[in-house]
């Protein structure tokens, strides 16, 4: 598999893999999606998506759908963005490179720094 860190998404990359992260209200209640760092294409196709509304962003969660340009995007939950480690990263990494290594050829990071 090809991978490559990205800082802006391309239309020909056969699949990108987007970070996003949860985020907890004021008062603790509510954990909400973060996804304000994404290409606005990548925000309004997301939110087409029926199970987005229920999608936080929790570490380790996934969801993937096929953007209006053919492209496989995979939603990458890292958590609060806060409380985000290089060492979790690393994890959540290996994760899920072994789960998606024989299904994609070439794939393209865009991680918020």
């Known amino acids: 598999m090809n991978i490559q860190l990205i800082k802006e998404v391309k239309d020909s990359d056969e699949a990108v893999i987007i970070s ?9 209640k509510e954990e909400t999606l973060s996804i304000a760092h994404w290409p606005k294409i990548y925000q309004e196709n997301f939110a087409y998506l029926k199970a987005s509304n229920d999608y936080k962003g929790k570490t380790g969660s996934t969801i993937s759908f096929t953007n209006m340009q053919g492209q496989t995007v995979i939603v990458w ?11 979790q990263l690393r994890k959540e990494s290996a994760t899920l490179f072994k789960a998606i290594k024989d299904k994609l050829t070439h794939v393209s990071v865009y991680v918020d720094s």
């Open 20 to 28: 996003a992260f949860s985020k907890t209200s004021k008062d603790g």
């Open 77 to 87: 939950g890292l958590g609060p963005k806060t409380k985000l480690t290089p060492n």
